[in-house]
Nanobody
Framework: QVQLVESGGGSVQAGGSLRLSCAAA????????MGWFRQAPGKEREFVGA????????YYADSVKGRFTISRDNAKDTVNLQMNSLKPEDTAVYYC???????????????WGQGTQVTVSS
């Protein structure tokens, strides 16, 4: 069992940046691959990206590739999502999630945070 809490959401103008963090508590954080997802109003939840348990591999959705960067600090049990060049279409509730297993492309995650709102204005 692992508990996840996101922070860092807020409002920003288009072209700006935000950094989201996700703090984990419970079982050994370093054994989990970590993912970020987002859900905009009236839309289905969308995969944003993932990072391997060791931090040596990342995988991103095409919609954010080159703009978003995922990193993790296993000593602090945290994973971060650095979002640059934000667009109004990035507006959503952002969730971090944890799963055990080697795949970075799987959409099946066992543990989820409560989400943090990101709003990008034009």
């Amino acid at each position: 069992q692992v508990q996840l809490v996101e922070s860092g959401g807020g409002s920003v103008q288009a072209g700006g940046s935000l950094r989201l963090s996700c703090a984990a508590a419970g079982r050994a954080f370093s054994i989990y691959n970590m993912g970020w997802f987002r859900q905009a109003p009236g839309k289905e939840r969308e995969f944003v990206g993932a990072i391997a348990s060791s931090g040596d591999r990342t995988y991103y959705a095409d919609s954010v590739k080159g703009r978003f960067t995922i990193s993790r600090d296993n000593a602090k049990d945290t994973v971060n999502l650095q979002m640059n060049s934000l667009k109004p279409e990035d507006t959503a509730v952002y969730y971090c999630a944890a799963r055990f297993g080697p795949s970075l492309t799987s959409l099946f995650y066992s543990y989820w945070g409560q989400g943090t709102q990101v709003t990008v204005s034009s």
